[in-house]
Every structure is written in structure tokens, then in C-alpha cells.
């Protein structure tokens, strides 16, 4: 996809070298915007394979409203995995287990999952419950109700609760917009920090997928993504892996096929999403940086 490659090139080009608090080190922009347009295409990155059904099971996750990871890890999805994993070490539980033996007592102790598996007042929690409002719920209201208004946000970031998150909200903010003749919605997200390699290609998609979601519950079509970015960077231990993609030509976006007899965006499934034509260069590993 284009518009990702292009913000690789703007920061490898233009970045300046920062400290960050994981002690790694990135290259990094402070703002930036790009502008995706859904009709196009699903906007899936073909550079290399990118995991969509971890991006569907994350986001149905968040809709929600859960904040541990067991459903995922029951599921082999390992987004989330090493937030919980970093603090169960620095615990006097520790007993010396491995990432992977820590996620199977995940998998199958439920007490165990209840107490190290949460994550604090994340994403889903945010949605569903700041403060007892449902922003979720309330958005979808307002959009078939009052589809012309400029308060379509929902807001993931909660000062009061920072400090309680395993990790505080990156993508922070998003706003909707309805278009003048009611067919189509659109979705802008904030984003005060952005991993580019590793977490903005799930991102993308993931916000994407929401917006296609929310469209099609409401009456609308899918028009455009556009994804307003604060810190921008790339670990400096992606930087080979980064020039890998920046090598490769893009191909065709995929398609997105949703269930249209899925009224209510609570009921959604993974299998309810087919991606057609999709068309990847091999996937590219690197490190995460906790």
C-alpha cells in the first residue's frame, strides 16, 4: 500500500534518533496524516502477510468490552501477550516460566488467567465503560439518529485510569462523519504513538475493519480512513526489515466481504469477514519492543 510505504520513506528520510522508554531507540517524525480510501480496496498490507484474523479477534475483543487476555490466547492470538508475561515476572509468583509456559496456565487455569491475564482498563474497557457511559453504544445511536452530528467520538484515552492500564492507549481518539447524502461513513483516528513496522499495519486495518462494521449496521457504505499520527517511529532494530518492504512493489488490495445479515455490531464473528484476493508478499519477523 502505498500511503504506508510512503510514511516509511518520510521518516527513514526525515526521523531524528530519540531514546524511548522501552531503552531500544527509533527513528522518529512528530505528525503526520495519510489518507486511505476504503472503496479501493481493503487496505491489508501485500508487502508482507499481515495477520487478519488476529485484527478480527482483537477488535471483536474490544467491542467487547473485555480486558484479559484469555479469550485471545484461547484463540492463538498472542497480540497482547507480553504486557501481562512482563508483569508476572517482576511478581513474587514468578517461578522462572517462559513466555510460552505462562500463556498455556493462560490457556487453561482460569484463576491464574483472572489474576495475571488482565490488563487493566484498556481499549475494550474505554469503549464500554468510561465512567459508565458506553461510548460504543452511543455512537451507533447517534449515527443513525443524528447522523449529521460532529460529536461521533469515542475517546480511549482516560487520565484518571492511565496509570491502572497495562498499557495506555496509543490509538487514542476516533471521530466519525457521515457524508451530506447519508451513504457513506468515514472514520478518523488518532494516534499518539505509532510502532510503523510492527503495530501500524494492524492498526490500519484494524480501524478499517471497524469502520466497514459500523457502516454496514447503520445503513452506510465504507468511504475513508485517515490516520492522524502524533510520534511516528521505527525501532531501530527494524531498520532491515523496514528497507525489506520498501523493496517490495505493492500488489492489489484485497476485499472485504461482511456478513450483511449481521444487524447489531455485538454480533459480529471472525467468521462473519471474508478477505478475497488476498495477494502478500512472505510475512517479516521482528522484535517487540514491551
Known amino acids: 500500500m ?13 526521523g531524528e534518533l530519540r531514546q524511548d522508554r522501552t531503552g531500544t531507540g527509533t527513528k522518529s517524525c512528530f505528525g503526520y496524516q495519510m489518507r486511505i480510501d476504503l472503496r479501493e480496496g481493503f487496505p491489508l498490507l501485500t508487502t508482507k502477510k499481515v495477520f487478519f484474523k488476529g485484527i478480527a479477534e482483537e477488535l471483536l475483543w474490544f467491542i467487547s468490552g473485555s480486558t484479559n487476555i484469555q479469550p485471545l490466547v484461547l484463540k492463538n492470538v498472542k497480540i497482547w501477550n507480553e504486557w501481562p508475561y512482563e508483569k ?12 510460552e509456559e505462562f500463556i498455556e496456565r493462560i490457556k487453561t487455569e482460569d484463576d491464574f488467567a483472572k489474576q495475571w491475564g488482565e490488563l487493566g482498563p484498556v481499549y475494550g474497557h474505554q469503549w464500554r465503560d468510561f465512567f459508565g457511559v458506553d461510548q460504543l453504544e452511543n455512537l451507533i445511536h447517534d449515527l443513525k439518529e443524528n447522523p449529521f452530528s460532529r460529536r461521533h467520538i469515542i475517546s480511549a ?7 491502572d492500564m497495562a ?6 481518539f476516533m471521530q466519525f462523519y457521515v457524508s451530506a447524502d447519508k451513504k457513506y461513513l468515514s472514520c478518523q483516528l488518532y494516534q499518539r504513538s505509532a510502532d510503523v513496522f510492527l503495530g501500524v499495519p ?35 532494530d527494524h531498520f532491515d526489515q523496514v528497507e525489506t518492504q520498501l523493496a517490495r512493489e505493492p500488489r492489489a488490495l484485497p476485499k ?3 456478513n450483511p445479515d449481521v444487524k447489531s455490531i455485538y454480533d459480529f464473528k471472525y467468521e462473519d469477514f471474508k478477505i478475497e484476493g488476498y495477494d502478500p508478499y512472505p510475512a517479516i519477523k521482528a522484535k517487540v519492543s514491551v
Request: aromatic share 14%.
Open 202 to 236: 494492524f492498526n490500519i486495518a484494524s480501524y478499517s475493519l471497524l469502520t466497514h462494521m459500523i457502516a454496514s449496521v447503520c445503513g452506510y457504505e465504507a468511504k475513508e480512513f485517515i490516520h492522524t499520527f502524533g510520534d511516528v517511529h521505527i525501532y531501530l
Open 157 to 163: 484515552w482516560n487520565p484518571a485510569q492511565i496509570k
Open 88 to 99: 508476572y515476572t517482576q511478581s513474587s509468583a514468578y517461578q522462572n516460566e517462559s513466555l
Open 167 to 172: 498499557l495506555p492507549p496509543c490509538h487514542a
Open 2 to 14: 502505498k500511503q504506508y510505504l510512503d510514511l516509511c520513506r518520510h521518516i527513514m528520510e526525515n
Open 256 to 258: 472485504l466481504i461482511i
